[in-house]
């Protein structure tokens, strides 16, 4: 975000902030509405793309997200395979029989779905084996200590072993050595 005061802000810093105020639906509305422009002006169905979104546990609290989402696509003619929602676990557990329900719906349509921060939060392998998630994206904490030695890259070998056994495509976050 460029402030026109504070100048460059980080999304790190603005979205918790966010998150927890009114504005949170609002701010997902808005980036969903922007990243399917995007997708849209990309093209790339051929290809594979896929355009992804974060979501808030805010979202997941709103009893017409699911639609919401479905009728953004139709708005913006893509197909529900070309988005892919992520969330948090710590989202997931806030309210997990309704997140369950949005989740069920989202990914019945054929939005594509992935645990973001993987590791992080409260990590209970029974959400690895019984959310309709795709996608594994392991945190960014995990992938930065893997030069550390033995026993971090044995837990993210793990982490991706695991998550393979149960039919994820695993994402590793925050590469940025060689």
Same mark, same amino acid.
């Given at each position: 975000? %460029?402030?026109?005061?504070? =100048?460059?802000?980080?999304?790190?810093?603005?979205?918790? $902030?966010?998150? !927890?105020?009114?504005?949170?639906? @609002? *701010?997902?509305?808005?980036?969903? #509405? +922007?990243?399917?422009?995007?997708?849209? +002006?990309?093209?790339?169905?051929?290809?594979?793309?896929? *355009?992804? $979104? %974060?979501?808030? @546990?805010? %979202?997941? !609290?709103?009893? #017409?997200?699911?639609?919401?989402?479905?009728?953004?696509?139709?708005? !913006?003619?893509? @197909?529900?395979?070309?988005?892919?929602?992520?969330?948090?676990?710590?989202?997931? *557990?806030? #309210? @997990?029989?309704?997140?369950? &329900?949005?989740?069920?719906?989202?990914?019945?349509? =054929?939005?594509?779905?992935?645990?973001? /921060?993987?590791?992080?939060?409260?990590?209970?392998?029974?959400?690895?084996?019984?959310?309709?998630?795709?996608?594994?994206?392991? /945190?960014?904490?995990? $992938?930065?200590?893997? =030069?550390?030695?033995? &026993?971090?890259?044995?837990?993210? +070998?793990? *982490?991706?072993?695991?998550? !393979?056994?149960? %039919?994820? +495509?695993?994402?590793?976050?925050? $590469?940025?050595?060689?």
């Amino acid at each position: 975000w %460029n402030h026109p005061g504070l =100048g460059a802000v980080s999304p790190a810093e603005f979205i918790p $902030v966010i998150e !927890h105020s009114p504005h949170a639906q @609002a *701010m997902t509305a808005f980036v969903l #509405d +922007r990243a399917l422009t995007q997708a849209r +002006r990309w093209g790339g169905a051929e290809d594979g793309l896929v *355009m992804s $979104v %974060n979501i808030s @546990a805010a %979202n997941l !609290h709103e009893p #017409d997200f699911a639609s919401a989402v479905t009728a953004a696509l139709r708005r !913006h003619g893509l @197909a529900p395979e070309r988005l892919e929602l992520e969330l948090t676990e710590s989202a997931i *557990m806030q #309210d @997990a029989d309704q997140a369950r &329900r949005q989740l069920d719906t989202l990914a019945a349509a =054929g939005i594509r779905l992935a645990i973001d /921060d993987f590791g992080t939060g409260y990590s209970s392998l029974a959400y690895l084996q019984d959310l309709p998630t795709q996608v594994v994206k392991i /945190d960014r904490s995990f $992938v930065l200590k893997l =030069g550390n030695g033995e &026993r971090e890259q044995s837990l993210v +070998r793990s *982490m991706i072993g695991l998550s !393979h056994d149960l %039919n994820y +495509r695993v994402v590793a976050e925050g $590469v940025e050595t060689v």
